[in-house]
């Protein structure tokens, strides 16, 4: 498929193709941006999560938050070995999961990773615009029978 300006060509072209671009192209730039630091995607999401957590958080609970957000799931499980194995998080003798100075330091890079990766993708694109896209899709998802709820 072909980007065109024609707006009476675009108007036909499938919104399933284009919003599968868009995720692939998006998901590939941020993954790039934070594997340039030194994490995964995956792994951002859980420290960002127990970072979040007052108490700590279980394997499980990680899991099960990351699954019911973002459909991953156990498959978040060697990335929590790992954070552990970094020493960017440790459990304690509960099993709770906590961050690490190191890992809060990671964290922070990340997290202004992440600004200025939106920053990035979302320039020339002024919010009403963003809203306006945001909308059509959700509206999109409803009318094929999609759960706009979450989110």
């Known amino acids: 498929m072909t980007y ?6 675009l108007v036909n072209q499938p919104i399933g193709y284009w919003t599968w671009a868009a995720n692939k192209t998006l ?3 941020v993954r790039g941006r934070l594997a340039a630091i030194g994490i995964t995607q995956p792994q951002w999401w859980v420290l960002h999560q127990v970072l ?8 499980d609970e990680v899991i099960t938050a990351q699954q019911a957000n ?3 799931g156990a498959g ?7 954070l552990v194995e970094r020493k960017l998080l440790v459990a304690d003798a509960a099993g709770r999961l906590r961050i690490t100075e190191e890992g809060r330091a990671l964290h922070q890079r990340a997290a202004e990773t992440q600004r200025a990766n939106r920053e990035r993708v979302h320039a020339g694109i002024p ?4 809203l306006i ?12 029978g999609g ?3 979450q989110g």
């Open 27 to 29: 998901t590939a730039y």
């Open 127 to 130: 919010d009403e615009e963003y």
């Open 4 to 9: 065109s300006h024609d707006d009476a060509e």
């Open 147 to 149: 759960d706009v709820s």
């Open 70 to 72: 973002l459909d991953v």
């Open 76 to 82: 978040l499980a060697p990335d929590i070995d790992l």
């Open 133 to 144: 896209t945001l909308k059509v899709l959700q509206r999109m998802m409803g009318n094929a």
């Open 52 to 59: 979040h957590s007052e108490t700590g958080a279980t394997r």
